[in-house]
C-alpha cells in the first residue's frame, strides 16, 4: 500500500439415536464466543448523495439564477463526520432536483430548520497546495494563519482563507486522506471531497532521488508503479462483470515529466476512441466499452516491446472505498499530540464523478465580466432505518428458543406425571402417602402456595399383581399379592438428579416409553435391549413386594443420561473457551469452524426436528401416506450391509438423518463459496434453525441443579464477556470477541469486491455461525442483527433449572394429592404440568360459561408468569435482552450481552429464592427435585411391570387352562 493509500481500509464488516460427531463442551465454547451483538455494515457502497447546482450571478443587476445540474454519488470515511440524513425519498431522487422536488426541499428546511440540508459552495484547493499535503509535508501550517499569509493562502488583512463553509474539492495522492481532511478542516472548509484520480497510482519509491536527465520515458528506477488487480485489470483474472483490458501505448505519445507521471497524460488514458483515447484504439470498440466499464487505462510499468518503444496499459478499477484513518505513524510532519479530531464529512468520489465536479468548478471559473459562476453543492447520507425489525425478531426469537429449549429440559416430569397417573388408574402402580416430621433447621418457609414444603412428605410406590380372573388385561389389579407382584427395585446409591450417570444394571437402560410424549433428546434404546430385559422370568426373589420409598436414596433414576455441571466444570470451561477464543483471534480457522457446525447442525435438526416432525406426520399421529408407509418406516434399514449388522436403524432414522445431511451440507457450501453468505436467504434461515436446535439440544444434555454452579458460571463469563469485548480493545488493538464473532479477514475486502470467485474470498467475510442472525431489511448497507447462542444457552442453564424445579414441585405435588387413590378414586390424568409453581386441580372447561373459561386461561397465563421461578426468569431475561438492544441502538457498537443478562435472571432468582426463604434449599440442591427425580425413576419402571404382570396374568391362565 502506497503512502497516498494508507489508511484505505475498506471492510464489508464494521462490524437421538445418531451420534453428535461435535462434543457439547466443544458447541458451549463456541457458542460463547460469539455472545455479543454487533451490526456488520457492507461499506463498500455509496453512503451519501450530492446534488450539484450551478449559480449564476449578474452583476448589472444583482440576481442571481440557481440551476440543478446532476446528483451523483459518493462514500463516507471511517474518520469525521457524515452529511445529514436525506429523507426517505432521496432513495429514489435527488433532494432538490427540479422543481417539485425543489419545493420539496424548501418545505423540509422550514420544518426542520434552515440547517437540514444547507447549501456548499464546491471550491478547488490553492494553486500552491494542489493536492492540499503541505502540511503533511512539513512546508505548511494552516493551523497559524499569521505565520502562513505570506502564502497567498490567508488574507493577511482578515486572515481568513476564503474557504470558510465551503467543501473543497480535493484530487487523491500524495498523502493520506486524514491529513487532506485535517487541512481542509484547518482552512475553514465544512466539508472535503477526494476525488480518485489516475495520477494519484504512481509514485516515487525516493521522492529525494528524482532524475533530472529526462530522456521523454518513464524513471524506470524510481517509479511505484500501480499493482495489478487492485488498480487494475489486463484480462488475466476472473474479474466480476468479466472486467479486463490490454493495451500496447507508444511511450513517446506520453509525457513523463515531471517524474514519475505527468497528469496531461490523463487524457490521452481515458474516454472512448472518439475521443483519442490511447487505450481504446481497437477494431471492436464494443470490446473496450463492455470490458472496460471505467473507460480508462493505467500503465503496468511493463514493457510491450524489446527496446521499450512500446508500454502495456490496462483497465483501471474505479470503485468506491471507505477511506480510512492514517493511525498513529502515519510518517505526516504533524505531531501527532497536534492532529485535532477531524469534524468535518469526508466524501469520497470515483473518477469519473471526480472528473464531472471538476469540470463543472473549472467552467465556472473561466466565466469572467457581468456573469459570474460557481457551483453549489447539498450534499446528504442516503436514507436508512433508525431501527429494525429484525433487531425485534431476534428478540422474539431468542426468548422462543429458550422458552421451548427450558420447556423440554422439564418434560421427563411431565411425562412421568402421564405414565403414573395412568398407571395407578389402571391399578399396575398402587402409591401411599405418609407425613413425617421434619427435623430441618433453619429460617422457616414462607406459607405460599409456591412454597409447600412438599421434601417433607414421604410417598411410598408399589407394583401391583395380576389375578387371574382379569385375564391379565391392561396388565393392572388394585390388590397386591406377596407372591406376584414385580419388582422395581434399585441398588444404585447417590443419584439425586434426573440423568446423573447410574450403576444400576441394565433395567436402567430400557426405554421408558415409545409414546409421542417422551422426550425430543431422550435417547431411544434398541428394541432388542427391552426384549433381552423382559425375557427372563422373575425369580422369587424379584417376586417380592417391595415399596419404593421416595425419600431414600436407593430409588430407580431416569434413564437419560445427562451431564450434571459443577463449580469445577464452570471454571475449567470459562479457561478453555478463553484458550479457545485466542486461537481464533490469532489463526483463521474460520472455516473448519463452519465445517464443523454445519455438520454438528446436521445431527441437532435431526434429533430436534426432523425425526420428531417425520415421527408425528408419518407414525404416530397423522399417519400420511397410511399404513404401508408407517411400517416401512419403522423396519429395520441396512441390516444385511457390511458393518450394519446388529445396528438398529430404521428408516425412519435414514429418512430423517438424510434431511438433517442435506440442509448442513447445503448450507456449507454456501458458506465457502460466497463472499458474505449472510445476504444470502437460505444461509441465515438454515443457521437459525440450526442455532434453535442446539440450544434446545445443549439445554437438554447440560443440567445445572444449584444455584450455587449457576453463580460461579454466571458470574465467570459475565467477567469474560465483558473483557473481550469492551476490554480486549485497549490491550490487543480491537475487540476479540467482535472480531471473531464478525469474521473479520486479512482479505481486502475491495479486492473481493471486485473478484468474487478468488478462493481467498469465499467465505472470508462471514461471521461464525455460532449465532442468531436476522438481516437488516430495507437499508441499504446490507448488515443483520445477531444474537450468540451463548447469550441464550447460558442463561439458559439457570432458566432451565427453574423450568425442572417448577416442574418437579408440580410433579411431587400431584403425586401427594392421590392418597384418595387407596379408597377407589382415579387420579386425573393431566396433559400439563405447570411450569409456574403450581399444580392445583383442573378446572372442568366444557361445564363452565365462556367467561370462565376466560378467567381459567387468563389464572393460568398469570401464575405461569409470575409464580414459581420459571416464569419470573424469562420475564428478567426478556428485560436484561431488552436493554442490550437498547444500548446497542443508542451506542451504535457491539455490546457484552451478558452484562445486562447475568445480573437480571441472577439477581431475580436469588431475590425470589431469599424472599421465599427457599434459598438456602435452592443454593445447595433442591430436596423436592431430589424426590421428582425418583419419580422418573419409578415411571421409566412401568412399562416393565406392565410386561411382568402381562406375563403373569397369562402365565396364571394357561395353569388354569391346563387344570381344567
Not at 94 to 103: I, M, P, Q
Not at 603 to 622: D, E, G
Not at 725 to 739: E, H, Q
Not at 796 to 822: E, H, M, N, P, W
Request: some cysteine.
Amino acid at each position: 500500500m502506497t503512502k497516498a493509500d494508507a489508511g484505505t481500509t475498506p471492510q464489508f464488516t464494521s462490524s437421538s439415536k445418531s451420534p453428535n460427531p461435535v462434543p457439547t463442551s466443544t458447541l458451549l465454547a463456541l457458542a460463547l464466543l460469539a455472545a455479543h451483538h454487533q451490526p456488520v455494515v457492507h461499506a463498500a457502497t455509496p453512503t451519501s448523495y450530492i446534488d450539484i447546482h450551478l449559480i449564476t450571478s449578474f452583476t448589472s443587476t444583482g440576481s442571481l439564477e440557481k440551476g440543478y445540474l446532476f446528483r451523483i454519488e459518493a462514500s463516507e470515511s471511517t474518520f469525521g463526520g457524515s452529511p445529514p440524513k436525506g429523507p426517505k425519498w432521496t432513495t429514489y431522487s435527488a433532494l432538490t432536483g427540479g422543481a417539485g422536488k425543489e419545493a420539496d426541499h424548501l418545505h423540509h428546511q422550514s420544518t426542520h430548520g434552515k440547517s437540514a440540508h444547507p447549501t456548499h459552495r464546491l471550491m478547488l484547493p490553492p494553486d500552491v497546495d494542489a493536492f492540499l499535503c503541505n502540511e503533511s509535508k512539513g512546508t505548511a501550517d494552516y493551523k497559524n494563519p499569521a505565520g502562513n499569509s505570506a502564502s497567498g493562502v490567508f488574507d493577511p488583512d482578515t486572515l481568513l482563507s476564503g474557504y470558510e463553509g465551503s467543501y473543497m474539492l480535493i484530487p487523491r495522492g500524495h498523502c493520506t486522506f486524514e491529513a487532506k481532511a485535517r487541512s481542509a478542516q484547518r482552512l475553514g472548509a465544512a466539508g472535503a471531497i477526494v476525488r480518485n484520480t489516475l495520477d494519484s497510482r504512481y509514485q516515487l519509491i525516493n521522492e529525494d532521488a528524482v532524475s533530472t536527465n529526462y530522456k521523454g520515458g518513464p524513471d524506470w528506477g524510481n517509479t511505484k508503479w500501480p499493482v495489478e488487480q487492485r488498480d487494475y485489470e489486463c484480462g488475466t483474472h476472473k474479474a466480476s462483470g468479466h472486467v479486463g483490458w490490454r493495451a500496447e501505448i507508444e511511450t513517446a505519445a506520453l509525457n513523463f515529466y515531471p517524474a514519475p507521471y505527468n497528469t496531461n497524460n490523463d487524457v490521452l488514458l481515458t474516454g472512448p476512441a472518439v475521443d483519442g483515447s490511447l487505450c481504446a484504439k481497437e477494431p471492436n470498440l464494443e470490446n473496450f466499452e463492455k470490458h472496460c466499464p471505467s473507460q480508462r487505462c493505467l500503465l503496468t510499468g511493463r514493457n510491450a516491446s524489446d527496446d521499450g518503444s512500446v508500454l502495456e496499459a490496462c483497465c483501471a478499477w474505479d470503485t468506491y472505498l471507505r477511506m480510512g484513518s492514517d493511525g498513529v505513524n502515519d510518517g505526516d510532519a504533524v505531531p501527532q499530540e497536534e492532529e485535532e479530531e477531524i469534524t468535518i464529512p469526508a466524501l469520497y468520489v470515483t473518477m469519473e464523478h471526480g472528473e464531472e465536479l471538476y469540470d463543472v468548478v473549472v467552467d465556472a471559473a473561466l466565466q469572467q465580466g457581468e456573469t459570474v459562476q460557481f457551483v453549489n453543492i447539498v450534499p446528504y447520507g442516503r436514507w436508512y432505518p433508525s431501527g429494525h425489525y429484525s433487531g425485534v425478531l431476534i428478540w422474539v426469537l431468542a426468548l422462543f428458543t429458550l422458552w421451548i429449549a427450558a420447556y423440554e429440559s422439564a418434560k421427563e416430569y411431565r411425562t412421568s406425571w402421564k405414565k403414573i397417573s395412568q398407571a395407578v388408574n389402571d391399578g399396575v402402580l398402587v402409591f401411599q402417602r405418609s407425613a413425617t416430621n421434619s427435623n430441618a433447621t433453619g429460617r422457616r418457609r414462607t406459607e405460599t402456595e409456591d412454597t409447600v414444603d412438599l421434601a417433607e412428605e414421604n410417598v411410598e410406590f408399589e407394583l401391583a399383581s395380576a389375578a387371574p380372573g382379569n385375564n391379565g388385561q391392561n396388565g393392572g389389579i388394585t390388590t397386591t399379592s406377596p407372591g406376584g407382584s414385580f419388582s422395581i427395585s434399585d441398588d444404585a446409591e447417590g443419584d439425586d438428579f434426573v440423568g446423573n450417570p447410574s450403576a444400576s444394571p441394565n433395567l436402567d437402560d430400557v426405554a421408558t416409553s415409545n409414546d409421542e410424549d417422551s422426550p425430543a433428546n431422550n435417547a431411544r434404546a434398541p428394541t432388542d435391549s427391552i426384549a433381552a430385559a423382559l425375557s427372563h422370568p422373575p425369580t422369587m426373589q424379584q417376586q417380592q413386594p417391595q415399596r419404593v420409598n421416595l425419600q431414600s436414596r436407593s430409588t430407580p433414576t431416569a434413564a437419560m443420561q445427562n451431564l450434571e455441571l459443577n463449580a469445577l466444570h464452570a471454571v475449567i470451561f470459562v479457561v478453555c473457551a478463553s484458550v479457545f477464543l485466542f486461537i481464533l483471534f490469532f489463526f483463521n480457522l474460520d472455516k473448519v469452524i463452519r465445517v464443523l457446525y454445519g455438520l454438528g447442525g446436521s445431527v441437532a435438526m435431526n434429533q430436534i426436528l426432523f425425526y420428531p416432525l417425520y415421527t408425528k406426520l408419518f407414525v404416530s399421529k397423522f399417519q400420511l401416506g397410511g399404513a404401508v408407509v408407517s411400517k416401512k418406516l419403522q423396519s429395520r434399514a441396512f441390516g444385511n450391509l457390511p458393518g450394519c449388522r446388529g445396528e438398529n436403524f430404521t428408516w425412519m432414522d435414514v429418512v430423517s438423518s438424510a434431511t438433517g445431511y442435506a440442509l448442513g451440507i447445503a448450507w456449507i457450501v454456501v458458506g465457502l463459496t460466497r463472499v458474505q453468505p449472510m445476504t444470502n436467504v437460505y444461509y441465515w434461515l438454515i443457521q437459525d434453525v440450526m442455532g434453535v436446535c442446539f440450544c434446545v439440544l445443549i439445554l437438554g444434555l447440560i443440567h445445572i441443579n444449584t444455584i450455587m454452579v449457576a453463580s460461579v458460571l454466571l458470574c465467570l463469563v459475565f467477567v469474560y464477556d465483558i473483557f473481550h469485548v469492551l476490554i480486549s480493545p485497549y490491550i490487543f488493538g480491537s475487540s476479540v470477541m467482535i472480531d471473531v464473532a464478525t469474521g473479520s479477514s486479512s482479505v481486502d475486502p475491495s479486492f473481493c469486491e471486485k473478484y468474487p470467485t478468488d478462493k481467498a474470498c469465499k467465505g472470508s467475510f462471514a461471521p461464525l455461525p455460532m449465532l442468531l442472525a436476522i438481516p437488516w431489511f430495507n437499508d441499504f448497507r446490507g448488515g443483520f442483527s445477531m444474537l450468540g447462542l451463548g447469550d441464550i444457552i447460558l442463561p439458559g442453564l439457570l432458566i432451565s433449572f427453574a423450568a425442572r424445579y417448577d416442574s418437579a414441585i408440580a410433579l411431587v405435588r400431584k403425586c401427594s394429592q392421590t392418597s384418595s387413590i387407596r379408597s377407589g378414586g382415579n387420579v386425573a390424568d393431566s396433559d400439563e404440568t405447570d411450569l409456574g409453581g403450581g399444580g392445583g386441580e383442573a378446572t372442568n372447561e366444557s361445564s363452565g360459561s365462556s367467561s370462565r373459561r376466560y378467567h381459567y386461561h387468563l389464572g393460568r397465563v398469570i401464575k405461569a408468569l409470575f409464580h414459581g421461578y420459571f416464569g419470573p426468569l424469562m420475564i428478567a431475561y426478556a428485560i436484561g435482552l431488552m436493554i442490550a438492544y437498547i444500548v446497542v441502538w443508542t451506542t451504535k457498537r457491539g455490546q457484552p450481552a451478558l452484562l445486562y443478562l447475568v445480573p437480571a435472571c441472577l439477581g431475580t432468582i436469588l431475590f425470589l429464592g431469599w424472599r421465599r426463604r427457599e434459598l438456602s434449599d435452592l443454593w445447595s440442591g433442591p430436596k423436592v427435585m431430589q424426590k421428582a427425580n425418583r419419580m422418573v425413576g419409578v415411571a421409566s419402571k412401568i412399562p416393565e411391570g406392565r410386561s411382568a404382570t402381562a406375563r403373569e396374568a397369562n402365565n396364571s391362565l394357561a395353569e388354569t387352562s391346563t387344570m381344567v
